[in-house]
Structures are given as structure tokens and as C-alpha cells.
């Protein structure tokens, strides 16, 4: 196993390799020189412990998969942003206390993974990744998310569970490709007037939170078919019409 992988100049044969996996290797570093690994298209990182990136990381443009996972990252370098054929970007378990504004030019990115950091906000321009369909916020420190997160026209799978929201932008409402929600355990008080128009919405958790009740468009919600509202007050009860969700078989309040 390599204790790191400091100094190395030219990679030697490694030049020509598509995928490079130094997964639980005690790898503490990396080289401004891993650019010269252009034919890279997945790299492997995990669970090592890597505290920054060098900036020649940005110059992979071939990349198309790159796993942090499990690492000691406090901060990223705006040079991330020029990964453009980056599909899946995940950097879970990490100490990232903010993200560069040029993640948002990462217009490939199908899939990203934030969990379990120490994000308190996150930049508008996150919402200018155009394709992005998997996003993971759980387990942060934020307490709102971006204005513009309704711009993730693609976006079909968010999870913001375990954070300090207390509420979900005016935007949110206009995710309409939308399949599944969780954001248990946090301070929503209230969800947006129009959170109706989610109209693919069928998995939405909101257990342990602070709903004083729902918008009179919920009950829009026509492929709802798993809801969950427990440990909530909805001292304003059910809105009319409520019954009338025809698809929804998973129901606890």
C-alpha cells in the first residue's frame, strides 16, 4: 500500500491508464502533476487522508468519475470546476466547511454526493450543473438551501435529511422532475405554497420536523405513494381534499 504520492513527476506507464483505484491506500497527497494522466476517466480516492487537491486536478478533462469519500477535504479548488466530462462526483465524509462557485460549471454532472460534511451554505451557482439528477445534502450544517434550486430541471433524487432548514426556497416548487424527497429531521415550519406542482413526486419524508401543516396545492400530488409526516405538530391538521390521494399506499403521521 502507498503511504503517498508526493513527488511522483511522471506517473511513468500510469500516463496511459482509464482508471486508477487508491482506495484505503494512506495516500495523505497528490502531485500538481496528475494532469498527465489524460487518458483518466475514473479515479478512486477513498477513504485515505487527502486534506487538499492540487489545482492540476482540473486539467483532467477525460475524467468521468471521481470518489473522495472518506478523506480529511476542508475546501476544493475552483479548477474542480473545469471537469467537464465529470458525470459522477462523490465527496461524502469529508470536512468541507464550502463549495466553490465554479462547481456549477460542471455540465456533465449526473451525480453528487455531500453528505456528511460541515456545509452551512452552499453557492447559487451549484444550480448551474443543468443535468444533475442525484444530490446528496444529508447530515450538514445548512441552514437554507440556494434560491435558484429550482433551476435542477433534471434533478430526481434529494436528500437534505439531518440539516437546519426551516424552510425550502419559492424555487422548490418548480422541480418538476422530481421522484423522491427526504428531508426528515430538520425545522421545516411550512413548505412552499406551490409545492404541488412536484407533479412526479412519489417518495417524500418529512418526519421530525416543525409543519404546522400543508399547502392547499398538496393534495396535487398525484403519484404520491409513500408520505411520511410523523413527529410534526400540524396543529392546522390535513388540507381538504387530502383523502383524495389516490396513489398513496405508505402513509404515518
Known sequence: RLAEVEGVGSFGELTTAHTLNLERSQVFGLPDTIW???????????DNLIKELPRGLGRLRGL???VLSGNRLEQLPSSLGNLVSLTAL????????????SIGGLGSLTWLELQR????????G?????????LRLDDNELVALPDNVGDFAK??????????????????????????????????????????RLSAL??????????????????????????????????????????????????EL
Open 155 to 196: 434533478l430526481r433524487f434529494l436528500r437534505v435529511d439531518g440539516n437546519k432548514l426551516t424552510a425550502l426556497p419559492r424555487s422548490f416548487s418548480r422541480l418538476a422532475s422530481l421522484e423522491a424527497l427526504q428531508a426528515q429531521n430538520n425545522r421545516l415550519a411550512y413548505l412552499p405554497k406551490y409545492f404541488g
Open 90 to 101: 462523490r465527496l461524502d465524509r469529508n470536512r468541507l466547511l464550502e463549495l466553490p462557485e
Open 202 to 251: 412519489h417518495t417524500l419524508d418529512l418526519e421530525n420536523n416543525a409543519l404546522k401543516g400543508l399547502p392547499a396545492t398538496f393534495v396535487e400530488l398525484a403519484k404520491l405513494r409513500s408520505l411520511r409526516l410523523n413527529g410534526n405538530r400540524l396543529v392546522e391538521g390535513l388540507p381538504a381534499g387530502f383523502d383524495g390521494l389516490a396513489a398513496l399506499e405508505d402513509f
Open 117 to 124: 460534511n460541515r456545509l452551512g451554505v452552499l453557492p447559487d
Open 126 to 134: 451549484l444550480a448551474g450543473a443543468p443535468v444533475l439528477e442525484v
Open 64 to 66: 468521468q468519475e471521481l
Open 36 to 46: 498527465k494522466l489524460s487518458r483518466l476517466e475514473r479515479l478512486d480516492l477513498s
